[in-house]
């Protein structure tokens, strides 16, 4: 897939408030400063697509990209550590599952983890969370570049051993870099191949 265009719509605080479900959509979710909005905007090349901060939690609504006027890139709070109040942050979370459970025209959720930490509970738990509600999604490992190749084999073989003890098989699951751009190619064209199939089904 080549991107052409790619503009911000709109923010909205819930579900409600978001565009018509007219068009498949993609969420991108992750822990707190997994470096989400530096992926969108590698991604789609347009570098100040998404506001990048190195504040966690900067991500307080759910943030609609229309791509080359025919898809939405949906760009979703962060879970875990934030530094925000708890009420705030439960809010975050009650717009996001009610996003993530009811959006009839989500197409896949891409899950962004990094790949300089051990498996996280919150990852981990979340996931689970995905499996159960039968929500298609992709692993997204982040920052590649910041580790020897053998450290990134180490660290991706350290979440697969945990979610296999769990899980019949694993999701797709892409390896990016969004200083190097790696992964760009791969994770477009897995978006180009479920929209196809989306257009089918539906």
């Not at 901060?53 to 990209?65: A, C, D, L, Y």
């Amino acid at each position: 897939m080549i991107i052409h265009s790619a503009a911000f719509i709109k923010s909205s605080p819930t579900i409600k408030e978001c565009p018509a479900t007219d068009k498949p959509e993609f969420g991108f979710i992750g822990r707190s400063n997994v470096g989400k909005s530096s992926l969108i905007n590698m991604l789609t090349g347009w570098s100040k697509l998404a506001k990048t901060s190195v504040q966690p939690g900067k991500t307080r609504t759910i943030n609609h990209f229309f791509i080359n006027e025919s898809w939405y890139l949906v760009d979703l709070p962060g879970y875990g550590y934030a530094k925000v109040p708890v009420r705030l942050r439960e809010k975050w979370v009650k717009a996001t599952d009610q996003y993530i459970l009811k959006r009839e025209n989500l197409v896949s959720l891409f899950v962004l983890l990094d790949t300089r930490h051990k498996p996280q509970q919150s990852d981990l738990e979340f996931m689970e969370f995905l499996g159960n509600n039968s929500i298609p999604f992709a692993r997204v490992f982040t920052k590649s570049d910041k580790l020897t190749i053998t450290a990134l084999e180490d660290s991706v073989n350290q979440y697969n051993s945990e979610m296999l003890k769990n899980w019949e098989s694993l999701p797709a699951s892409f390896i990016t870099s969004a200083v190097k751009g790696n992964g760009r190619d791969e994770i477009l064209n897995y978006i180009e191949e479920s929209m196809n199939i989306f257009s089918n089904v539906t």
